[in-house]
Structure formats: C-alpha cells, structure tokens
C-alpha cells in the first residue's frame, strides 16, 4: 500500500515536472482566481450588509429600541420612563424621539416629512449625527428657531441628481418655512445639513424637543420611539434589553436585529442565496477546468500509460498519481488565492470602495472560506480522478499505438 503511494507520487512529480513551468503556473493561477472569485464577491455582499446594519445602529435605532405597545400611538409618561432607562445596568443613554408631519418650503420648492424632535444632548450619546455634519453645525440645547436637514432632503441644485423630492440646493443659513399639521407655521434658520449616507437617516429635518413644545403648546410627554445606547463592548445588548423588561418597562423593547423590517431581513437572504450561487458557479467553473485539463493531459499520455501498464504499473497507482498532481495543484492555487484575498482585503480595507450607501470595507468570512476550500479540493480530486479512470480503462495495445 505504501509502496503503491510512493509510486503514485514520484509519478506525480516526473508529470509535472515535464509539464513545463508555464503550463504549471497558469494552471496553478486559475484555481487561485478561482477561489478569490468564490470567497471576495461574499465578503464585498457581507461589507455591505454591515454597513446597512452600523447605519442603522448609529443613526436609527441605536443599540436597542422602545416603540409604543400594540394599538397604541404613543410612548407615554416620559418624565417617568426617561430616568428609569438611564438607571438599568448596561444603559448609556437613552433618547426620545417625537415626529410631527410638515411640510418645509424654501422659495418655490417644498417636501413633506415629518420634522423629528430630539434632545440634543442625549443624542449626541445615542446616535452620531453630530459626527456628519456636512456643513453647518449641530443642534444646541438652546436652539429655538434652528433647524438641521439631511442632504437628501436639501437636495441640489441640479435636481435631476436628486432621489427624493427636495429643497433644490438649501444652504446653511437660508430660512425655510416649515407649516406644521396643527396649523403652526414657524421660520427656520438651517442650521447644518448631515450627511449619514444612509437612504432613510439622510431624509430627515431634526428640531430641538423645546422647539417642538412651543409648536405644540404644551410640555409634551410622549414620544414616537425610544432609542437606548448600550455598553457594547461590555455588555450583551440582549441582556440589557432582558434588563429593561424587568424593570417593568411594558413597552415594545426591541434590540436592533429585532427592529429590522421584514423586507430588510428578506433581502438580506436574497444576498446570501446569491452568495451561495455565486460559490456553486465558480465550483463548477473550477470542476469544469480541472476536468479538462487533466482530460488532455492524460489523453497526451495515452502512449505512456499504456507502456506503465505493460510493465506491470497497477491501474489505481496511475489514477492516484494524476489525483496527486491535482492537489497539488490545489493546494498551491489556494495558497496563492489566500494569499491574493488578502491582499485585496488589506488594500481595500486602507481605501474602501464607495457605494451609494458607504464606505464598503470586504469582511471575509474565515469559516466558509475554510468550508469553500475543502469543497474545491473534493470537486477537484473528483474532477481529476474521472477522466484518468477513463483513460487507464482503454486496451495496453490502443493505448501505446495512441489510436
């Protein structure tokens, strides 16, 4: 048994060794290519998944979100509920946020949203907006007649670069109107406009909750949602929410996973099924490639498989010789593409790509990376073996007459 290995091997060497260095290297570059191609598109799909979920962390739920309980419109009693988060273990902050339907006009153009009322100091402790100010700055405590946008809903100029309805090109320090649904009408200073580049953060106008009161005309004690920063890296979020459910908070306590919309949650399957086709393709791709090449090769030896044969070689030692050159070939192509994929990574890791919705940085996925490269010695040695079992099946004679 041993010795039939040994023979198998040093007829794996003499094959490649007279199979040339150039033949060897494109061989070796295209099963290289190969896992690259099965291991770098899912890490750009997975860089971007993390980027749509870190936007949201940071800008539209927080760490964990409180929404009204079934049936109800509001979060109610804030005075009570507001210092009883910011006592439960594990809770850095939490901010309320109130939406009011308006429209806001900037000479001849208008957009209707609702205008989002916030404590700026708490907030600069639950979310990051302070940290994208485009232009402009943030919102102050006592800001009273300031309003801060987001880019989308300030628009440009040039409106036909525009994906929503805007304001044509708002600046920092034009005065919008802002006509409110219960009939107040202020005038605002725009303060900053924020660039999030997140779809949803980026349509936004933000007052200060004070300002908001004075719309109102009264002290307002409700709240649309409640967003709670956590200690991440000390605490799990899930703990913490456990937390605020003992303390008796009988709202709708949600961490950021389980706020997800559905269609967010189904798209993020949809990327990981192209994910898994996009595997299967470039298996295949490798099984075809590997199939052919040792088809040929094996083919253009038929005159010395046959001689192996006359002088006694078993069939198996021949089959097993042609499986060890392919993983061997496999095994310096991963090499090779492990070595690639992280070059690749670390480059666009110092230079991200950008997308529409971010900076995208590849997360490669170390375990299907591990899954995806024993699948593709498999398919390979299964590729390998079939064409050099075919050819050591043909007649001693047929075979050294090459016919």
Not at 24 to 33: K, P, Q, Y
Not at 160 to 179: H, Q, R
Not at 273 to 281: E, L, P, T
Not at 365 to 372: G, H, Q, R
Request: net charge negative.
């Amino acid at each position: 048994m041993l010795d039939d290995v040994r023979v198998s091997f040093f007829l794996a060497v003499r094959a490649t060794k007279r199979g040339g260095i150039g033949r060897l290297f494109m061989n070796i570059f295209i099963i290289a290519l190969v896992l690259t191609n099965m291991i770098f598109l899912p890490s750009i799909i997975a860089g971007s998944i993390a980027i749509f979920n870190q936007q949201n962390i940071d800008y539209l739920t927080s760490d964990i979100v409180i929404e009204p309980r079934e049936n109800d419109m509001y979060i109610e009693n804030l005075d009570e509920l507001m210092p009883a988060l910011n006592r439960i273990p594990g809770v850095v902050r939490a901010s309320a946020w109130y939406e009011s339907p308006a429209s806001i006009q900037l000479e001849e153009e208008s957009v209707t949203i609702g205008i989002t009322a916030i404590d700026p100091r708490d907030e600069q402790e639950v979310t990051k907006f302070h940290e994208v100010m485009k232009e402009g700055n943030y919102l102050g405590s006592g800001d009273m007649d300031s309003i801060i946008l987001g880019r989308l809903v300030a628009g440009e100029k040039d409106k036909t670069g525009d994906f929503y309805p805007s304001l044509g090109g708002a600046e920092v320090g034009d005065t919008v109107i802002v006509d409110y649904s219960n009939g107040v009408v202020r005038e605002y200073r725009i303060k900053g406009i924020f660039n999030t580049k997140s779809w949803t953060a980026d349509y936004m106008a933000i007052v200060t909750w004070d300002e908001m009161n004075s719309v109102l005309g009264y002290e307002n004690n409700v709240a649309d949602k409640v967003l709670v920063k956590t200690y991440r890296n000390d605490v799990n979020v899930d703990a913490v929410r456990r937390n605020i459910l003992e303390f008796g908070i009988g709202e709708d306590v949600k961490t950021w996973e389980e706020s997800l919309p559905d269609a967010v949650t189904e798209s993020v399957e949809s990327f990981n099924i192209i994910n898994q086709i996009s595997v299967a393709g470039s298996l295949l791709i490798a099984v075809v490639l590997i199939f052919i090449m040792t088809t040929i090769r094996a083919f253009n030896n038929r005159k010395q498989i046959g001689i192996l044969k006359a002088i006694g070689i078993k069939k198996s030692v021949i089959i097993n010789s042609y499986v060890i050159q392919v993983i061997f070939l496999c095994l310096i192509g991963s090499l090779l593409g492990f070595l690639m994929l992280e070059m690749m990574t670390a480059y666009f890791t110092a230079y991200p790509m950008e997308f529409p919705d971010g900076d995208v940085i590849p997360i490669v996925d170390y375990k299907a990376l591990v899954e995806n490269t024993v699948l593709l010695f498999v398919s390979s040695a299964i590729a390998g073996y079939i064409p050099a079992w075919r050819i050591t099946r043909e007649n001693i004679l047929d075979a050294m007459r090459g016919v």
